[in-house]
């Protein structure tokens, strides 16, 4: 298993700022994955963050927008930059409990809302 | 197109009755995962099915998989007002490189009833 913690838990943003998001792991982990839930929405992968190594992005997300940090192995941040009101979501930040199954363990996730 | 379509959309019942709820996904999978989510809070996996497995069982859960049909169905028995929240189904696909992503359905939400 492992503990999340994730921060800030939510915040109140102006349209135009940029909001980083911290999330720490109690445990080593290789990959940590950063999702995205819009409001009423399911959650959709943002990018990939390898410890070491540039963040891989998915389709539809790209770096000046969303920049990722991966210092170590136990700490990741994912940036919010140039904020519309598009972009009032939660982030969650998640880890693979079991080496390739996929299986994740999610932190309590940042809920932005974008005025 | 958003893989792992789930119903109902949402379900309530009341204390004691049995919940079922379906998710049908489009590609192949190497496994589906069904997780838990209360209100404002994050995701808790709840079980994890392979694509040869077809049924199983964890305490109250049930899940069921068929391949064939590209559907799943998750039954938890004997609800509680602590099952209140939204459960999703979450495919992994087959031959996928990267394996924490998971493709989500858009979810249940159900509530339970004292």
């Known amino acids: 298993s492992a503990v999340i913690s994730q921060k800030p838990s939510r915040d109140i943003c102006q349209r135009g700022t940029s909001l980083t998001i911290q999330c720490q792991v109690d445990s080593q982990v290789t990959m940590m994955f950063w999702y995205r839930q819009q409001p009423g929405q399911s959650l959709t992968l943002i990018a990939t963050?390898?410890?070491?190594?540039?963040?891989?992005?998915e389709s539809g997300f790209v770096i000046d927008k969303f920049p990722i940090s991966r210092p170590n192995l136990t700490f990741s941040t994912l940036t919010v930059s140039n904020m519309s009101p598009e972009d009032s979501s939660i982030y969650l930040c998640?880890?693979?409990?079991?080496?390739?199954?996929?299986?994740?363990?999610f932190g309590e996730g940042s809920r932005l809302t974008v005025l | 197109s958003q893989q792992g379509e789930e119903d109902p959309q949402a379900l309530s019942i009341q204390e004691g009755e049995n919940a079922t709820m379906n998710c049908s996904y489009k590609t192949s999978i190497n496994n589906l995962q069904w997780y838990r989510q209360n209100s404002g809070r994050g995701l808790v996996h709840l079980i994890l099915i392979r694509s040869n497995e077809r049924e199983k069982h964890s305490g109250r859960l049930r899940v069921t998989l068929d391949t064939s049909k590209k559907s799943s169905s998750l039954l938890i028995t004997a609800s509680r007002a602590a099952d209140t929240a939204s459960y999703f189904c979450a495919t992994r696909d087959a031959g996928g490189t990267s394996y924490g992503k998971l493709t989500f359905g858009q979810g249940t939400i159900l509530t339970v009833h004292p």
């Open positions: 998640s880890v693979e409990v079991l080496a390739r199954t996929g299986e994740l363990f």
């Open positions: 963050a390898n410890q070491g190594s540039e963040a891989t992005y």
